[in-house]
């Protein structure tokens, strides 16, 4: 009899249990389903915890937790570039999480102050350059790129884009607003051709002779060179001898109004540990945020390179007037 109880006590505690354990977590991501889809499924493997998620555009995901306010069936967001994860925390679509875990895997530089997101992985904003035009030696700095000495020779993406916002807002914490915008003011001066709508144009560009250098980030040109492996295209690390290379984060933070925080923060703690970093990182050719876990080998082929440890929140706090920056610098 008593052994029967015990029996009958221990099942209920296990279906219980199992009830917590499986109960789903909802993510609203803007990183495209091909990239997301492995890695809920390798949680669910793991945890028995079913993960479903909507994929969108930063935008339209934004406005729509904001719409949904406290009817949001989201539990986590998942974005591309602090610029924009600041903007989420900003518009109050957030909680902040305490979790041990997260302090530990994830460098302070790469996640908000106060604990609203959390970097998952990095991403390298460095200069690009014609391997037939021109030796590494005569290249140093971002800033370097805004003498006249690259007049006619520079190749830029448009500003509209987040991660040239983002960019800027760190040289203007890093130098002020009056030497940014002279730098900026220099970069277009030097522009061999109109800005570019993206990445890997630029780096065609500079491929093509075009110009020969430019400004962007390592996994558009990892792919790119996947696909045409003979480009004369060859990857500069900036600003080593200074603060380092631009680096921006793709993360994620618990909403505000979720309804499993917990689980939503135990499914971002498991982004930020060993197996869940390689495949948050390596198919799309990023690196881990978590400095224990290594890079893809096709990574690591590329070299060290120092990143710049300015905490990536200030991408956000300084974007506006990034913006307005590269406005009156006529960076289109
Ligand atoms: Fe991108």
Redesign the pocket.
């Known amino acids: 009899m008593k052994n029967f109880k015990l029996r009958f006590l221990f099942a209920a505690f296990a279906a219980l249990a199992a009830n917590a354990w499986s109960e789903e977590v909802v993510v609203y991501s803007a990183r495209n389903e091909q990239l997301i889809k492995p890695l809920f499924d390798a949680y669910t493997r793991q945890t028995g915890v079913q993960v479903k998620f909507v994929t969108d555009k930063e935008g339209p995901l934004m406005e729509r937790l904001k719409a949904e306010g406290a009817n949001t069936p989201a539990d986590a967001l998942i974005t591309?570039d602090a610029g924009n994860l600041w903007q989420a925390a900003n518009m109050g679509l957030l909680q902040p999480v305490h979790s041990k875990v997260l302090q530990a895997n994830i460098p302070a530089h790469l996640r908000d102050p106060q604990n609203q997101w959390f970097g998952l992985s990095v991403r390298a904003r460095t200069i690009f350059f014609n391997t037939q035009k021109l030796k590494p030696a005569v290249l140093s700095t971002y800033e370097d790129l805004a003498d006249p000495k690259w007049k006619g020779k520079l190749c830029l993406r448009t500003s509209k884009k987040v991660?040239n916002q983002s960019l800027v807002a760190m040289m203007i914490e890093e130098h002020g607003e009056a030497k940014a915008e002279s730098i900026v003011k220099g970069w277009v001066a030097n522009l061999a051709t109109d800005v570019f709508a993206d990445?890997t144009k630029m780096m065609e560009a500079v491929a093509a002779g075009q110009c020969e250098v430019g400004i962007g980030?390592t996994?558009?040109y990892g792919r790119l060179m996947e696909k045409k492996p003979t480009l004369p295209l060859a990857i500069f690390w900036a600003n080593q001898a200074g603060k380092g290379v631009h680096v921006n984060v793709s993360g994620a933070g618990v909403t505000k109004h979720a309804k499993n925080p917990a689980g939503a923060q135990k499914l971002i703690e498991w982004l930020s540990t060993d197996k869940a970093q390689n495949l948050f990182t390596d198919l799309d050719l990023e690196y881990p945020a978590n400095p224990a876990i290594k890079a893809d080998a096709r990574l690591q082929a590329w070299g060290p390179f120092k990143q710049n440890l300015i905490n990536v929140t200030k991408a956000g706090e300084a974007q506006a007037a990034a913006v307005r920056l590269m406005d009156r610098a006529g960076y289109k």
């Open positions: 591309v991660y990445d980030n996994y558009y």
